[in-house]
C-alpha cells in the first residue's frame, strides 16, 4: 500500500498530469507515479555550467558524469573511462566504455571526450580542479583519449572526477562560452529542463550504459532555506532533501535520514588586506575571541565535530595543526561580517562569531545574510572582514594540494580570506608533483602554516544529513558530495 506521503506527491503529479494530457508519452519504465522529487539546497548560478560550481547539481541528478570517480576513501574507480595508465610523467591513456551514447544520440568516442575536457581548459575562469594545471586532450583512437599536463601530475586521475569536468556532447557547446547541458549528458537521467533558479526536469534513460533507472524521471527543486527542504519532504511533496539542517531534526518524523562525514570545514575567513585584519595580531585577537568547541555543541547540538584545524575526522591522514603562535593584540575596528543562507547552520554561526567578536571589543553591525547566489562576486573581492563559509576541501578531486592551491595561493580561484604568502605558495607548488602519500603528508603541514597566520578560524567539520521518505532507496552517501541520485536509486511502494 503506498505511504501517505507517496499519496500527496501522486495525487498532486496526477493532477498535473490531467492539465498536460496528451502533451507528453509516458517515461519508460512507469508513469508519473513513480517520478522521484528531490529538493537540493544549492541554486544554479551559472545556467549549470559545466564551467562553474553548478556543474555538481549535474552529477547530484545523475544526468552527467566524469571520466573517473572517486571511492569513499579517495581512490580513483571508473566512469566513462574503464581503465588508464600513466604512459609517461606527463601522459595518461584512458580507454573509454563501449557503447555509450550522449542523451542527444551521439556516440561517446575519444574524439568527442577530448573536445569536452578541452572546451573547458580553454574557459575564461577554469574550474578549481584544473586551475594552474596546463593540459590539453587529444583522441589517439575511437575509444582511446590521451590526457597530457605540462608538468607531471600524479594526481591526475583524481583531478578528472571534478563535477566540472563531466563529458558532455558536441551539442552542448554550440556556443562554447556558455555551454548548454540539455540532453548533453550520459547518466542515468536525461536532463530535459531547466526551470531557471527553481527548479529542472529530468526523464530515465532507458539506454543508459549501466542499466535503466529504477524511476521514470526526476522533479528537481532547488530550494535553498533548510526549513523549507524539510517541510517539502514532511509534506510529501519531494522524496529526497540533501543538507537538513540540524535545527529540523527533530521535525523529520516517519523519514529516514542518512548521516554522512564530510571532509567540509566551517571557518571564520578574515580578510588579510582589510583595514581591520591587516593586522596579524588583531587577527589573533578574533581567534581567541571565537569558541569552536561552544558552535559545535551549540548550533550543532553536537552533530559536528569542533575543528582544530582545515583537515578533520572524515581524512584519517590529517593530523592535529600546530595552534597559531600570534600574540593578540587589541580586539578594535569596526567588522562587516557575511555568510550565506544555503547552509541553514551558517547565518547562526555568524550571528554567535558576531557577539564573540563584540565581546572581545569590536564593533560589529548585523551580520549581512544573502543566497550564495547574490554575494558570491562580494565575497570574493573582499568586500567583507570576516566571512562565515563551508567548504569541502576534497569535492574537487579528493586531493589536498588542489583545495590549498585553489583557496589559499596568491592566485588561488576561491582565496575568501585574499591570504598571499609567498611560503605558503612555494610549499603547494613543491608539493604538486608528489605521489598522493607524500601529497597528504606535506598538506597537514601547509594547514599548519596557513592556520598559523591567522586567516582563517577553523570552527567546526560538518557531517551532512540527507533525508528521504519512506521506501526510497539506493540514494548515494558520497563526502565529496558529487553524487546523489543513481540509477539504483529508487521508490518504495
Known sequence: MPSPQRLVRVVALLAGALLLSGCFAAAPGGGADDRLGVALSFQPVANLSPYSDDALLLTKLGTAETLTVLDPDGTPRPGLAESWQQTDPRTLRLTLRPGVTFHDGTPLTAENAAASINHVTTATTPPRAIKGVRLSAKAADERTLEITTAEPDPVLPQRLTASQLVILAPSAYADPSAPNPVRAGTGPYVLDSVQGASGATLSANPRYWGGAPKTSGIDARFIADGAARTNALRAGEVDVVDTVPVSQLPAVTGNEVLDVPLPRLVGAHLNTRSAVFADPATRAAARQAIDPAAIAQGVY??????????????????????????????????????????????????????????????????????EYSTIESDLLSGAFDVVIGARNYSVDTGDPISYLSSDWTCDGGYNLSRLCDPAIDAAVDAARPAPIEERERAAVRIAGQIVGTDAIVPIVHERTRIGVAPGVRGVAQDGYDHRLITAETSLGA
Open 301 to 370: 547540538a553536537g552533530q559536528a565535530d569542533a575543528a582544530r584545524g582545515l583537515f578533520g575526522p572524515a581524512s584519517p591522514w590529517a593530523g592535529d595543526a600546530p595552534r597559531p603562535a600570534a600574540a593578540p593584540g587589541p580586539a578594535r575596528g569596526t567588522i562587516r561580517i557575511a555568510t550565506y543562507d544555503e547552509r541553514p547552520e551558517l547565518p547562526e554561526i555568524a550571528s554567535v562569531v558576531a557577539e564573540n567578536l563584540r565581546a572581545a571589543g569590536f564593533e560589529v553591525p548585523d551580520v549581512v545574510v544573502q
